[in-house]
């Protein structure tokens, strides 16, 4: 089976790779390199506990994350990659109110080991928060990763279990003959398989919409700061108005903004000073770091804000896995796992009825 995969972020690449273990035939598309546009724009946060976590889309976390040590291991082993893979924990700053209500919701999942924080405890956990912090919740269970090597270790161990990865390759059309997708075009060259896996993040939209398909995904701007964090100043991730990732090899990683603001690609006064001011009100000695870079990029939102994900309807062989928001890097390895199974024949280990691309497919009144 042959499946070309249209776009060479974190989901392209992770589905390529659970893809070619499967036994199949597949080619990757990228416009650009692998992981250039929302994979790289990301703290690599694994942090799947949210305001409910008895929901579809709280499963669907969960069991990513669950995913991500054997993930990390066999990446490393494939690829030689270290992907700063840090399971200390985060630090979550909230009110009292705030703090009693999420520390009992979130302490249901045993795994996670939710502690709350109250008063010195904050500054003895982690001492560089500001004294004005006197509640928050501790959850060692929350992950994080240098994004922009896992998706290079995803692309280089998809090549390495056969994929082919092609990049700087543009892919302007799908071909869609009677009522299957056949082929698509790339710089003019049209290029033929069994399946097509449209992983194109926030362009997927501008890809189905000349086969009259109607997904409704959009671009949400996140912009980004890296410190220079040598000697480091955190030891846990923090998250409050802003969040702070420290990572091994001496950033400490400040985001993110979401911003409505098309395919504007700016780094802005105003978002940079957004979230420095929120950082250093909750580290005060963040003041005197350096800053070492900034960028921005677009995560592909859906009117719903949860991923969009399995085959199209009215399309045989057309399957969309976008939609993921600001969780891409979260749901990277059971998105692949889930979309290999859905593509080789299969049907997918979770309940998938939330996600699937029909309920934006407009049906005819009764």
């Known amino acids: 089976m042959k499946v070309l995969v249209v776009g060479g972020g974190i989901i392209g690449c992770a589905t390529a790779y659970e893809l070619a273990k499967a ?16 994979s790289s724009a990301a703290a690599g946060l694994l942090a799947p506990l949210g305001e ?5 889309f709280a499963r669907l976390a969960l069991a990513s994350w669950r ?13 030689g990659i270290d992907v700063e893979y840090v399971t200390r924990g985060t630090i979550y700053p909230m009110s009292a109110t705030q703090t009693r209500r999420d520390a009992d919701a979130w302490a249901l999942n045993k795994e996670f080991g939710v502690e709350v924080l109250e008063g010195a405890d904050v500054q003895a956990l982690e001492p560089a928060l500001s ?11 929350d992950h994080w990763l240098n994004n922009q090597r896992l998706v290079l270790a995803y692309a280089q161990a998809a090549v390495s279990a056969g994929a082919e990865l092609n990049t700087g390759c543009n892919v302007s059309r799908l071909v869609v003959e009677g009522s299957r997708v056949r082929a698509l075009v790339t710089d003019g060259e049209r290029v033929d398989g069994d399946a097509v896996l449209l992983a194109a993040g926030a362009w997927s939209a501008e890809l189905m919409a000349p086969i009259g398909a109607g997904l ?20 846990y ?54 800053i070492a870079r900034t ?15 399995g085959p199209w309807p009215g399309v045989d062989g057309l399957f969309v896995a976008t939609g993921h928001f600001r969780n891409g890097i979260l749901l990277a390895p059971i998105t692949a796992r889930l979309m290999t199974e859905w593509i080789t024949g299969g049907q997918p280990s979770l309940a998938m009825k939330d996600f699937l691309p029909d309920r934006f497919v407009r049906r005819p009144a009764r």
Request: glycine share 8%; proline share 9%; net charge positive.
């Open 23 to 38: 036994g199949c035939q597949v080619a990757v598309f990228e416009r650009a390199t692998a992981g250039a546009e929302a």
């Open 52 to 56: 409910s976590t008895d929901t579809n």
């Open 67 to 79: 995913l991500y040590p054997g993930v990390v291991a066999e990446l490393q082993r494939r690829t």
């Open 131 to 141: 004294p004005k912090i006197r509640h928050a919740i501790f959850v060692k269970g």
């Open 216 to 235: 409704r995904i959009e671009p949400r701007r996140g912009q980004m700061i890296a410190l220079a964090h040598v000697p480091p100043i955190l030891t």
């Open 237 to 290: 991730c923090v998250h409050g108005e802003a969040y702070m990732a420290p990572r091994p090899s001496g950033e400490l990683v400040v985001g993110a903004t979401v911003e409505r603001a098309g395919f504007q690609r700016a780094v802005t006064a105003e978002g940079i000073a957004g979230l420095l001011r929120a950082a250093i009100e909750l580290v005060p000695s963040l003041r005197e770091l350096p």
């Open 295 to 309: 960028w921005c990029g677009f995560r592909p939102w859906a009117p719903d804000s949860l991923p969009v994900l």
